[in-house]
């Protein structure tokens, strides 16, 4: 899916159509007032402040038959720069223009571009007339907070799409349409995959029993490869007191997104936002010669952020998550090969996926930045031009994005593009020689000195939850069979004369760890295979007459129309074979 921010015409054409919606409105609605409209990746949108009126779709239909009839009509767009007197005196009537143009700097051109009965500031630019923006679509409206702050009045967002012909419009919407069925809010929905309850809170998701097992196998899957590769895995505490977050620097750059302290008899204690402060002192507890190391800590660790309730998306973006955690002690010799195992092992977990369509960025901090960071010029220069340095001579391509660095290093993020074309960071490695220094963590070096090891912070899935959400995107929640919370579903032609031996394969198949399903229920087998199919189970067995006189199984595949059949026995065999080989 098109970024239209990214395009350069594309962006001036949908900043022209909300200057053009925002025309409209204006005519339907004279006591409207505007705050801002820009350009997005979507699309556009525009706050407006329509006092104590709710837009409905109705609304927008009646909107868009009023932009359809300016668009027509064709005025051209001309642009002017005023003073800032000026401005205040022709905005005068709206308060949230007056706000923009007082917070402008004093030396700054204040322009405003005009269409014909309506002006708007702006710095532009714009197409030249109105015509140019024939080719939209209004595609929602909602509530935002004016300046996105949860105190102030909530405004009335509407968005909407521009393109400069009909044909790429339908398509982008076509895409959209595609997006709204791969929405893993919707296809968790319709499979009993997860919910989430007004009375649990936002961003607070239960995992039902199909969405549990799931996650079960995607933890059993990367904590094996773990295992194989080295790591040790622990439990820690999901809550821990203040005074560790303050030691490990946390505190002071991270408690605006942690949960509010809890103050219990002397002590103040809070929920975890994240692992690392646990696993330092996990290293720190017995004394570690240069032989020993690397230690490479895991754990499968649920942790908690304050997300805004407005921010909280499904799975995407929760208040509680469970991360793929792993923290790895290393003498600095080692860090180029540790880097090298973790960048091979997220290689390795996307061919398993096929995840094909990603970026590693080189996260920098933003040297301007001091409160976002930790104040260690040396530091930093010393940790960034390492990292570079590894991923230069590994060969990885990567780009580089200032502003992006955790607190304390810096990191190699993986973009993902999903299939509803979001840009989410899903696994991460990052270089720390910042904790190690204020936790004061040691080894023996084989000159018999204390020397200082260099922690690589690392997830290959990122959180259980993104992930996820991620591959019920991009599978349309069609899970692969060594995945899917259903692997098998068994349909009797007839109870009583096929029951008995559609038992007898359920039995065989659970003694061997599928998950089988006996639908055994008095429906119409025709109703009974569409459910099968909606519920997107990979293996749909028939039993009949045929199957039960010859030990046979007859099946049709998630998506197919075609019906197989082979023995038990060789169906059996085929369904280890794939499980196994997690195709």
Known sequence: MIDIKEDERLSVLNHSCAHLLAQAVKHLYPNAKFWVGPVISEGFYYDIDLGDYTLTDDDLDKISKEMKKLSKDGKRIYREEISREEALERFKDDPYKIDIINELPKDEVISCYTQGDFTDLCRGPHVDSVKECKNFKLLKVSGAYYKGDSKNKVLQRIYGVCFDTKEDLDKHLALLEEAKERDHRKIGKDLDLFMGHELVGPGLQMWLPNGATVRYELEKYIKDKEVKLGYNHVYTPYLASTELYKVSG?????????????????????????????????????????????????????????????????????????????????????????????????????????ITNYAFRLSLRDKNNTEKYFD????????????????????????????????????????????????????????????????????????????????????????????????????????PLWLSPIQVNIIPVNNEYHLKYAEKVMKK???????????????????????????????????????????????????????????????????????????
């Open 376 to 479: 260690d010029d040396e530091m930093w220069e010393k940790a960034e031009s390492e990292l570079r340095k590894v991923l230069t001579e590994l060969g990885i391509d990567f780009y580089e994005a200032e502003g992006e660095a955790a607190f304390y290093g810096p990191k190699l993020d993986v973009q993902i593009k999903s299939a509803i074309g979001h840009d989410v960071t899903l696994s991460t490695c990052q270089l720390d020689f910042l904790l190690p220094e204020r936790f004061d963590l040691t080894y023996i070096d084989e000159n018999g000195q204390k020397a200082r090891p260099v922690v690589i912070h690392r997830a290959i899935l990122g959180t259980f939850d993104r992930f996820m959400a991620f591959l019920i995107e991009e599978t349309k929640g069609a899970f």
């Open 250 to 354: 946390h505190w002071d750059h991270y408690k605006e997104d942690m949960f509010p302290t809890m103050k219990m008899d002397n002590e103040e204690l809070v929920l975890r936002p994240m692992n690392c402060p646990h696993h330092m002192l996990i290293y720190k507890h017995k004394l570690h010669s240069y032989r020993d190391l690397p230690i490479r800590i895991g754990e499968l660790a649920p942790d908690f952020r304050y997300e805004a309730s407005g921010a909280v998306c499904g799975l995407e973006r929760v208040r509680q998550m469970c991360q793929n955690d792993a923290h790895l002690f290393v003498r600095p010799d080692q860090i180029k090969e540790e880097v090298s195992n973790v960048v091979n092992l997220i290689l390795e977990v996307y061919k398993d996926f096929n």
């Open 509 to 583: 198949l659970a003694d061997k760890n599928i998950r089988v399903k006996l639908d055994d229920r008095d429906e119409k087998l025709s109703y009974k295979m569409r459910e099968s199919q909606s519920h997107k189970i990979p293996y749909t067995v028939i039993i009949g007459d045929k199957e039960k006189d010859n030990d046979n199984v007859s099946y049709r595949l998630f998506g197919h129309k075609e019906t197989e059949t082979l023995s038990l026995k060789e169906f059996e065999k085929e369904l280890l074979k794939q499980i196994k080989e997690r195709r």
